[in-house]
């Protein structure tokens, strides 16, 4: 630089090398909360810019934190990992239909999703997220069966709860008699408890049918019995009913105090629509019910899932 101009330089304010300084740290893409360019945001972004590069030089990348799973596996999509709290299964957990329908039902019986466009399933014991851990005897595909008439009494409610913005979302329907063996085969193994912290933390598995969380004779395996909770028509994602499906213990049940006003209330929309059309809840598990007038009512049923 010529000697006149470093001279010149030096009788400069500090204050004007400042802003000359400032002006030329402003990012030039500065934008206000509507997107557009913003004075102060050009003279705010110059301030602090020295400040944040020298800050983060000095902080480490912020660690991701792992996601506290929250209801369990979602309709052909994801869900979240049950707990007491009503939190949901990992995304892996999510099955979509792989395997092409066989269509060799025994009259009477019929696919629910070919009755009902909006249904979503997650048709629990064809994958292993369930209290058994493991894909069960007899579920070779991931679909939902009932018999023709409660597939129908199920439609009507799914045509009521549209009107709300609700669909509906299943995770099991006709149940064959040889899963409802392995149930029993699994209670008897007392050093399988893979699945306790998350599905029967309280409960010792030996004391499951005891208590009226498994049954012996499953009236699944009648067809006209049915697994299910709401989701939004909008976002896809299922309603909050306070714990997850299959999750053994008094939170489950219709007229548990362990569960939030909105979570029962949920609850409630889904028991008027289902009684509205004929289906009886039972009163450990908010998301059973059987058609009370079920076309076969004394016999069970053990055809494959295909």
């Not at 869900?79 to 395997?99: D, R, W, Y």
């Not at 009259?107 to 249904?119: A, K, M, Q, R, S």
């Not at 009107?163 to 509906?168: H, Y």
Request: positive net charge; contains cysteine; glycine residues 6%.
């Amino acid at each position: 630089m010529h000697s006149k101009g470093k001279k010149l330089l030096a009788c400069l304010p500090a204050a004007c090398l400042a802003i000359q300084l400032t002006a030329c740290a402003a990012p030039a893409d500065a934008v206000d909360s509507s997107g557009s360019a913003s004075p102060a945001g050009l003279k705010n972004g110059a301030d602090e810019a020295g400040h944040e590069a020298a800050a983060a030089a000095r902080t480490p990348a912020p660690t991701a934190s792992v996601p506290v799973d929250s209801s369990a596996p979602q309709p052909s999509s994801v869900s979240p990992q049950p707990s007491p709290a009503g939190k949901a299964a990992p995304a892996k957990q999510g099955v979509k239909p792989v395997a092409e329908k066989k269509h060799r039902l025994p009259e009477g019986f019929v696919y629910l999703d070919e009755v009902i466009p909006t249904l979503k399933s997650d048709i629990r014991y064809y994958a292993d997220y369930n209290f058994v851990g493991r894909r069960l005897d007899g579920y070779k595909a991931p679909y939902a069966i009932l018999s023709e008439q409660a597939a129908q009494a199920l439609k009507a409610v799914s045509d009521d709860l549209a009107v709300k913005g609700l669909g509906l979302l299943v995770y099991d329907a006709y149940r064959p008699v040889k899963a409802v063996q392995q149930f029993m085969s699994w209670s008897k193994d007392g050093d399988d408890t893979a699945m306790k912290d998350v599905f029967y933390p309280q409960v010792d598995k030996a004391d499951v049918f005891k208590l009226g969380f498994v049954s012996s004779r499953s009236g699944h395996s009648r067809g006209s019995t049915i697994d299910l909770t709401t989701y939004s028509l909008k976002t896809g994602k299922p309603t909050d009913m306070g714990s997850p499906f299959d999750f053994f213990g008094e939170i489950s049940s219709h007229a548990t105090k362990q569960i939030g006003a909105v979570q029962a209330a949920n609850r409630a929309v889904l028991k008027k629509a289902m009684e509205k059309r004929g289906f009886h809840p039972y009163s450990k598990e908010w998301w059973h019910y059987t058609l009370e007038k079920e076309p076969f009512p004394k016999k069970y049923f053990d055809f494959d899932i295909e």
